[in-house]
């Protein structure tokens, strides 16, 4: 192949990437979309490519399975929420303020996220079925808590957060806070979430202070 040759394969691949992420952002929109206005057995893979305005067939090339299409829905979300409010912040911060940043954010980002409804409707939807798809859901969780009892054993090595709290235990307590408003949001979708993450962040600050 000669130079120019490869010069000009070059944009091509780029363009061909950036078509196929911007059809899979569109895909998954779609999903973040249909579910939580029509549930999660609407979101067909043709409702989903009618909606992005894509063909049924392109659903099917970018997810392969139900399974490939929470995998990607999971990670969008996860996306948003690090890309949106957390970035380098956690860093700058002592693990207590650390801990309490990622636990503002994510219950703040709950009251308007769609991408965290669908999500969490997915999951109580593979619960309620006893579904295989519950590993995927799983293995997202587990990532959470290593990263919550991340920031605590932070928060332990510079002093912020008390030596005496189990950094896994605490990690899963915090996890099941968030799930359980986000599933209890489900149920109740006009409940004011603003006092419950204030008690939350103020239970949490005083019980985990070093």
């Given at each position: 192949m000669?130079?120019?040759?490869?010069?000009?394969?070059?944009?091509?691949?780029?363009?061909?990437?950036?078509?196929?992420?911007e059809?899979?952002?569109?895909?998954?929109?779609?999903?973040?979309?249909?579910?939580?206005?029509?549930?999660?057995?609407?979101?067909?893979?043709?409702?989903i490519?009618?909606?992005?305005?894509?063909?049924?067939?392109?659903?099917?090339?970018?997810?392969?399975?139900?399974?490939?299409?929470?995998?990607?829905?999971?990670?969008?979300a996860?996306?948003?929420?690090?890309?949106?409010?957390?970035?380098?912040?956690?860093?700058?911060l002592?693990?207590?303020?650390?801990?309490?940043?990622?636990?503002?954010?994510?219950?703040?980002?709950?009251?308007?996220?769609?991408?965290?409804?669908?999500?969490?409707?997915?999951?109580?939807?593979?619960?309620?079925?006893?579904?295989?798809?519950?590993?995927?859901?799983?293995?997202?969780?587990?990532?959470?808590?290593?990263?919550?009892?991340a920031?605590?054993?932070?928060?332990?090595?510079?002093?912020?957060?008390?030596?005496?709290?189990?950094?896994?235990?605490?990690?899963?307590?915090?996890?099941?806070?968030?799930?359980?408003?986000?599933?209890?949001?489900?149920?109740?979708?006009?409940?004011?979430?603003?006092?419950?993450?204030?008690?939350?962040?103020?239970?949490?600050?005083?019980?985990?202070?070093?």
């Amino acid at each position: 192949m000669t130079a120019t040759a490869d010069f000009d394969a070059k944009p091509s691949r780029r363009r061909q990437a950036d078509r196929r992420a911007e059809s899979e952002r569109g895909l998954v929109q779609a999903v973040v979309e249909i579910i939580p206005e029509r549930g999660v057995n609407a979101a067909t893979f043709e409702a989903i490519g009618a909606k992005a305005g894509y063909s049924r067939s392109l659903v099917t090339q970018r997810f392969g399975s139900k399974r490939g299409l929470i995998d990607a829905v999971i990670e969008h979300a996860q996306s948003a929420f690090d890309n949106a409010h957390l970035g380098e912040r956690i860093d700058r911060l002592s693990g207590l303020e650390s801990l309490l940043l990622f636990l503002d954010v994510y219950l703040t980002a709950l009251a308007n996220s769609g991408e965290l409804r669908t999500y969490f409707m997915l999951l109580a939807s593979a619960v309620a079925e006893a579904s295989e798809l519950r590993a995927a859901f799983a293995a997202q969780h587990e990532q959470v808590k290593e990263r919550l009892a991340a920031l605590v054993a932070k928060g332990q090595a510079d002093g912020s957060i008390r030596p005496g709290i189990d950094a896994d235990s605490a990690a899963l307590m915090i996890g099941s806070l968030q799930l359980g408003l986000s599933v209890q949001l489900l149920v109740d979708p006009q409940m004011d979430l603003d006092p419950i993450r204030r008690t939350a962040l103020d239970t949490v600050r005083l019980s985990f202070g070093g």
